[in-house]
């Protein structure tokens, strides 16, 4: 059985950092692409940044290129998302979903940024940033 479980969303002042975890299972980690979204009250689910676990590549929206950092630790099939200078504008849900990703497109094509293509979700972990 899939399995993505977020974790380390809270409260933190403006400024501030928060590390998230997204624990995968049930998958061969390797051959997949992970991806963070994120959704505010009453806003679409956008796109915050993506890893292809085989290669390591990276994509971060333009709204937290060089706040946030997107890395993952294959030992423990978990992906982690540092989140520094957080804004009031970063509070949302935060989800990670996982995308298959054979060798057979890594670095070929862009990774995947839209929701709709990604197969497995996690069930979201809060972060609110008070100003």
């Known amino acids: 059985e899939v399995q993505l479980v977020e974790s380390g969303g809270g409260l933190v002042q403006a400024g501030g950092s928060l590390r998230l975890s997204c624990a995968a299972s049930?998958?061969?980690?390797?051959?997949?692409?992970i991806g963070w979204f994120r959704q505010a009250p009453g806003k679409e689910r956008e796109g915050v940044s993506c890893?292809?676990?085989?290669?390591?590549?990276?994509d971060y929206a333009d709204s937290v290129k060089g706040r946030f950092t997107i890395s993952s630790d294959v030992a423990k099939n978990t992906v982690y998302l540092q989140m520094d200078s957080l804004k009031p504008e970063d509070t949302a849900v935060y989800y990670c979903?996982?995308?298959?990703?054979?060798?057979?497109?890594?670095?070929?094509?862009?990774?995947?940024?839209?929701?709709?293509?990604?197969?497995?979700w996690g069930q979201g972990t809060q972060v609110t940033v008070s100003s």
């Open positions: 049930g998958f061969t980690f390797d051959d997949y692409a």
């Open positions: 979903a996982a995308k298959s990703w054979p060798l057979l497109v890594v670095g070929k094509v862009p990774l995947p940024r839209g929701p709709y293509e990604y197969d497995y």
């Open positions: 890893i292809s676990v085989s290669d390591g590549s990276k």
